[in-house]
């Protein structure tokens, strides 16, 4: 007769598997320090290159002289929160730019790493609200990464922190293990899950949005999307000519987005093959579509998934065959640097004997010790929660609660990942303003040019950056019309303001024109007219 198993069996049987689920998800959710680190150097220079991208058209979108005054956004947009809100002065919009090039090159070289990627989130997501019309998929992933990585350890390794913890620890005769250059253990948190799964569900949404295009599960997108040239440039104007490459191309990439669960099922090497194949699709973009930064902060996102034996790897080949002086050089100057900016904090910070800051400074760090666990442990499983629930949404299988709506918006970390899906671009389309001057010339108002209504030679050109090109587009959307007036009135006030002879009224035109992949026939051609505005009246805000 079967003996049933005694209550101490089970128990044992039951904690085994407890343990055995436990090291599988801390396996799959481990991310090295060091990819941390190169994770973290990426974020501050792609905020840095962010703020120089964006600063070429600072006076345009960002103030009140440009086609979003701030008397327009109050009033289109029902709450504003930004910083960049609270003066419409490109002198005051200039110094937070300076401001968050500051702290980014902080969270870059890893000095108050925390401090430094909270500052930068919030400059971010301050600036992002000031024109939300100018924002493409870069933009909504980029304050994602940083948000992750307010609760993870990114100034652990390669960072002035570093440096500074190892003096500290040297001070004090107790070396810490994981300072400076020496090898800590790798993180497996529910934050370092929650950033992993981020760019997960990013892929995974989108690829369920693109089973509902006909061009996708054809194979036919990618070649669509090379022929509209206000997307490509470089190697994006040549390619076309090869159909079965792009097509290949097309299947590829459905492929790799709904195989994309394996960054998470994966672990090591296989996990690093995988993700280098979503590396190289990004490359392939940047060098082929004109889309901002996003191939890049898409990049910069994969970093975390080259786990332990990777890195180990990588540090026995530079070992072995790389320029070890010149790193230990330039280890020796980091180094450096961060032993100078210890002793400054600690000249600058340290409290005198029966100082009341020393009693406050000791109350502070206890209140830190004990928000702790809701700081790493509570608020990263609420998000993790909310974002798996949210892109679940946007395909249609799940809900998010109200309250959890309001926090993701607040936070701007809904899970919409549309990007050419479910059809892509099939369009070529490219703007005109024709004017009439007072002298009763007539001028290209937004290209100060001669007036055409033909296809320009290379559409891409027609467009001063790609943002520019993003706000062109939204203008252009049905829901938009009051921008058609503010992007007028820019024109107007910013002709005038560099000509010497004025616009008396302009029309803006949005034209046109889908030709076939293939054999480069146009299927479409035609011009919608925007606007016709009156350059001496009153500023227009409700047509």
Same mark, same amino acid.
């Given at each position: 007769?079967?003996?049933?198993? #005694?209550?101490?069996?089970?128990?044992?049987?039951?904690?085994? /598997?407890?343990?055995?689920?436990? *090291?599988?998800?801390?396996?799959?959710?481990?991310?090295?320090?060091?990819?941390?680190?190169?994770?973290?150097?990426?974020?501050?220079?792609?905020? =840095?290159?962010?703020?120089?991208?964006?600063?070429?058209?600072?006076? @345009?979108?960002?103030? +009140?002289?440009?086609?979003?005054?701030?008397?327009?956004?109050?009033?289109?947009?029902?709450?504003?929160? #930004?910083?960049?809100?609270?003066?419409?002065?490109?002198?005051?919009?200039?110094?937070?730019? *300076?401001?968050?090039?500051?702290?980014?090159?902080?969270?870059?070289?890893?000095?108050?790493?925390?401090?430094?990627?909270?500052?930068?989130?919030?400059?971010?997501?301050?600036?992002?609200?000031?024109?939300?019309?100018?924002?493409?998929?870069?933009?909504?992933?980029?304050?994602?990464?940083?948000?992750?990585? =307010?609760?993870?350890?990114?100034?652990?390794?390669? #960072?002035?922190?570093?440096?500074?913890?190892?003096?500290?620890?040297?001070?004090?005769?107790?070396?810490?293990?994981?300072?400076?250059?020496?090898?800590?253990?790798?993180?497996?948190?529910? *934050?370092?899950?929650?950033?992993? &799964?981020?760019?997960? !569900?990013?892929?995974?949404?989108?690829?369920?949005?693109?089973?509902?295009?006909?061009?996708?599960?054809?194979?036919?997108?990618?070649?669509?999307?090379?022929?509209?040239?206000?997307?490509?440039?470089?190697?994006?104007?040549?390619?076309?000519?090869?159909?079965?490459?792009?097509?290949?191309?097309?299947?590829?990439?459905?492929?790799?987005?709904?195989?994309?669960?394996?960054? =998470?099922?994966?672990?090591?090497?296989?996990?690093?093959?995988?993700?280098?194949?979503? !590396?190289?699709?990004? &490359?392939?973009? $940047?060098?082929?579509?004109?889309?901002?930064?996003?191939?890049?902060?898409?990049?910069?996102?994969?970093?975390?998934?080259?786990?332990?034996?990777?890195?180990?790897?990588?540090?026995?080949?530079?070992?072995?065959?790389?320029?070890? $002086? *010149?790193?230990?050089?330039?280890?020796?100057?980091?180094?450096? %640097?961060?032993?100078?900016?210890?002793?400054?904090?600690?000249?600058?910070?340290?409290?005198?004997?029966?100082?009341?800051?020393?009693?406050?400074?000791?109350?502070?760090? @206890?209140?830190?010790?004990?928000?702790?666990?809701?700081?790493?442990?509570?608020?990263?499983?609420?998000?993790?929660?909310?974002?798996?629930?949210?892109?679940?949404?946007?395909?249609?299988?799940?809900?998010?609660?109200?309250?959890?709506?309001?926090?993701?918006?607040? !936070?701007?970390?809904?899970?919409?990942?549309?990007?050419?899906?479910?059809?892509? %671009?099939?369009?070529?389309?490219?703007?005109? $303003?024709?004017? /009439?001057?007072?002298?009763?010339?007539?001028? +290209?108002?937004?290209?100060?040019?001669?007036?055409?209504?033909?296809?320009?030679?290379?559409?891409?050109?027609?467009?001063? #950056?790609?943002?520019?090109?993003?706000?062109?587009?939204?203008?252009?959307?049905?829901?938009?019309?009051?921008?058609?007036?503010?992007?007028?009135?820019?024109?107007?006030?910013?002709?005038?303001?560099?000509? $010497?002879?004025?616009?008396?009224?302009?029309?803006?035109?949005?034209?046109?024109?889908?030709? +076939?992949?293939?054999?480069?026939?146009?299927?479409?051609?035609?011009?919608?007219?925007?606007?016709?505005?009156?350059?001496?009246?009153?500023?227009?805000?409700?047509?």
């Amino acid at each position: 007769m079967a003996r049933t198993p #005694s209550l101490a069996t089970v128990r044992s049987r039951f904690s085994a /598997v407890v343990r055995r689920v436990s *090291a599988a998800v801390a396996a799959r959710s481990s991310v090295d320090p060091r990819a941390l680190a190169a994770f973290r150097t990426g974020l501050g220079a792609v905020l =840095i290159a962010d703020l120089l991208r964006r600063s070429r058209s600072l006076s @345009a979108f960002y103030t +009140d002289y440009g086609v979003l005054p701030r008397r327009a956004l109050f009033a289109d947009y029902s709450e504003v929160y #930004s910083l960049h809100a609270l003066s419409g002065e490109p002198w005051a919009v200039a110094s937070l730019f *300076a401001v968050a090039g500051v702290v980014a090159l902080a969270l870059a070289v890893g000095y108050r790493t925390r401090l430094a990627t909270a500052v930068s989130w919030l400059l971010l997501l301050s600036l992002q609200v000031r024109n939300p019309m100018v924002l493409n998929a870069g933009d909504a992933l980029l304050p994602m990464l940083l948000f992750w990585g =307010i609760f993870l350890p990114l100034g652990a390794r390669w #960072s002035v922190d570093a440096v500074r913890r190892a003096d500290a620890d040297e001070a004090a005769s107790e070396p810490d293990p994981s300072a400076g250059g020496r090898r800590g253990p790798a993180v497996a948190t529910v *934050a370092s899950l929650g950033l992993l &799964l981020q760019m997960l !569900v990013m892929y995974v949404t989108n690829g369920v949005h693109k089973l509902e295009g006909d061009l996708w599960m054809g194979g036919e997108a990618v070649a669509y999307v090379m022929q509209a040239d206000h997307f490509t440039y470089l190697l994006g104007d040549h390619i076309t000519a090869f159909p079965g490459l792009l097509r290949a191309a097309t299947y590829v990439w459905v492929v790799l987005l709904f195989a994309s669960p394996l960054l =998470i099922l994966l672990t090591g090497f296989p996990r690093a093959a995988v993700a280098s194949l979503f !590396v190289g699709t990004h &490359l392939g973009m $940047a060098v082929t579509m004109r889309i901002d930064l996003f191939p890049i902060i898409a990049v910069v996102g994969f970093v975390p998934f080259y786990q332990t034996p990777v890195w180990d790897a990588a540090a026995r080949a530079v070992a072995r065959f790389g320029p070890s $002086a *010149a790193l230990d050089r330039w280890r020796a100057r980091l180094e450096s %640097v961060g032993g100078t900016v210890a002793s400054l904090d600690r000249s600058l910070l340290r409290p005198t004997r029966g100082d009341r800051l020393a009693g406050l400074s000791a109350g502070v760090r @206890a209140g830190v010790e004990r928000s702790r666990p809701l700081f790493s442990t509570v608020i990263p499983v609420f998000f993790v929660v909310l974002i798996v629930l949210s892109s679940a949404q946007s395909v249609g299988y799940g809900e998010v609660p109200d309250r959890g709506e309001e926090v993701l918006e607040a !936070v701007e970390m809904d899970q919409h990942w549309k990007m050419f899906a479910p059809e892509p %671009v099939r369009t070529t389309r490219w703007f005109a $303003a024709p004017g /009439v001057l007072e002298n009763g010339s007539e001028r +290209d108002v937004l290209h100060d040019g001669e007036v055409s209504m033909d296809r320009p030679p290379d559409v891409d050109a027609t467009y001063p #950056s790609a943002r520019w090109r993003k706000y062109l587009s939204n203008v252009y959307s049905g829901d938009n019309e009051k921008h058609r007036s503010y992007l007028a009135n820019y024109l107007c006030a910013e002709w005038n303001r560099t000509h $010497a002879t004025g616009v008396e009224n302009l029309t803006v035109y949005q034209l046109y024109e889908r030709t +076939d992949p293939y054999n480069g026939s146009v299927q479409a051609a035609n011009e919608f007219e925007m606007i016709e505005y009156d350059c001496s009246g009153e500023f227009v805000q409700n047509e």
